[in-house]
Structures are given as structure tokens and as C-alpha cells.
């Protein structure tokens, strides 16, 4: 094999399939990226079983054929070498020459048919959606999902398609997001739960154009988003999601309108006084036309003031201002609504329509 490329073009690409190179693994040729240089294109692919990423590159084949090369030693040679064309080279005994200007490297390669494919996808099932939206959904909803996995099902988003609307879901057990989205044509319906780690890395390579689609096609076990020149593919979360729809009652018996930044940077300050390992509530006394904020911790306390519109009861109830703050940051309009029941209830932050949804439980507290 001998393949031609600018760097700039295959670093990008190797940037893209490093995403899904296993950290720990004990088939040593997942640790590999593929150079599959075969047919009439360049492609990169990596692959740890449960993520498989594939990326065409621009570039010249001079001579076909494929290759495995360790992925860690491969991505830092070809980060370092000149912003020049780059020269990749293999041999009948699986050695790889990449060549650059006046800098040369010889690495050892492993066998291109022993690599772990991709696995094939029947592509009838698709959606289409910008790949702006698919990004700020990523976004918006990412950060209520379970780091750990005691749970599995809570480590992944449940996408669910009626006609024309997506609908994203995460939870953690602590707080749900829920975010709609209008699709521009109408699908059957479609429920699956697709994990976190691969909403994370799709995210990080989208380039959240408005203008550049993304496709999603689906199997009974597999998802794939193609966009660009990338393809990935990733196996799903297997079971039922849970039952949120009693969770998410309309009632309320207190409503308050009040501008998200003036809410967002007064908890941000709030938590100035609260270690990490500290578990303090935020204490918010809603009244007539304001909202108190209060927090004590060791290190001190604060004590502040927010205009509102209120409609309903007063209320007293705690929460753990990072869930609030999660919740706000994702959030673009000026003003939030919120929505409370009683103390132990949960609060509900969401807008008219409903587009997007954020339940957060309250926490005990003592004055």
C-alpha cells in the first residue's frame, strides 16, 4: 500500500476514529486503527465492540491496499510531524513507512484481515435532522444521565419517533430531561436507547452546521449516524426505558416566571460556599413577587433576592443546586418558567409548548 494525504486532512480523520479506540481491551487489534486504502478511497475505522467509527479521507492511493496500526503511536506521529503532505507506505512483512518532508518513521503493522469490522447495518430505517440540532439535543440532555453503571438502562438516552417528532430522554434517578424536537417528514415509530458514551463522542465530531444533515438509521440493535464522511455505528442499550408519563403531571399549585440568567448566576454564586463533597440544599422561599435564595454551609453563608411573577401558593423547598444549574445552562430563553406541587414534589422547568422538559426532586432540608 502507498497513500498520499495533507495532514491537516488526516489528522482531522484520525481525530474522528481515535473516539472509538478502546482506553483498556484484551484483543490487542482494537487498539489498532485500520488504513483501508482496498478500493478506490481512504478509510480510517476504529471499532471497541460497542462503537465503530469509519471516516473517509482525501488523499491519493498509489498503490491499494490495508493496514492496522497502533492508534495511540500512529495519531501522536502524524500530530507532530510538518504541516506538509504525508506519505504512508507498507511492506509484504506488515512494516509501515510514514514519510513527511525530511522526517521518516518506520512502525509495525498487523494484519488488516484480522481487524474487528464494522458491523453491517441494513439502512431502511432513517430519519434526517440537521446536525445543529442533533448536537444542541446531545446537549441539552446529556448531563441527567447515570455515570455509573448500576443501571444500565440510565447510562443511555431513549430516542423515541412519533411522525413527525423526536423526542430525547435521560435520566439519572434524580432528575429527568426531556427535550421535542419537530422533524421536517413523518416516520413510524421508533423507540430505542442509544448510550451515552456514543451521544458524547457524536457530539464532539458534528459539526453543528444548520445547513449539514445528519442520518439516522436504526436496527433492532444497532444505530448509525452518517454524516459528512463519517459513519458511526453503535450498538443499543437492550430493554424497556422506563414509565416517565406519570412523572409528569400538569398540576401545580405554585407557577413563577423569572429571568433565567438573573436565576442561573445567583445559584452559580451560591455555590461558591459549597464544597464538592458538601451535599447542601439551595433553600428557595418563593413569595408573593420575589424568590429567596438561601445556602449555608462551613464555610459561610449567602442570602438573595430575585423579582418574580408568581401565580399560586407560597413555597419553601431545597434543591441541590447543581441540578439547577445543569438544567439553566442548556436552556436559550430569556425567562423559565417553574412549576412546584408542595416541598417533597418535584419542580418542573419547561416552556409552553412543552419542547423542552426538566424535572427536578426536591431535597430535605432543615432550617
Known sequence: MKIVCSKSDLLKSVNIVMKAVPSKTTMPILECILIDASANEIKLTSND???GIETKVTGDILEKGII???AKIFSEIIRKLPENDIVIETDA???ATITCEKAKFNISGKSGEDFSYLPYVEKNDSIALSQFTLKEVIRQTIFSIAANE?????TGELFEINENELKVVSLDGHRISIRKIELKDTYGHKKVVVPGKT???VSKILSG???DEVRLFFTNNHIVFEFDQTTVVSRLIEGEYFRIEQMLSSDYETKVEINK?????CIDRATLLVKESDKKPIIIQISDDAMELKINSQIGSMDEEIDITKEGKDILIGFNPRFLIDSLRVIDDENVTLYLVNPKAPCFIKDEKETYIYLILPVNFTV
Open 49 to 51: 465492540m460497542e462503537l
Open 68 to 70: 492496522a496500526l497502533d
Open 93 to 95: 512483512k506488515l512494516q
Open 150 to 154: 448500576n443501571n444500565k438502562m440510565m
Open 199 to 201: 451521544l458524547t463522542e
Open 209 to 211: 452546521e444548520v445547513e
Open 261 to 265: 440568567k438573573e436565576l442561573l448566576d
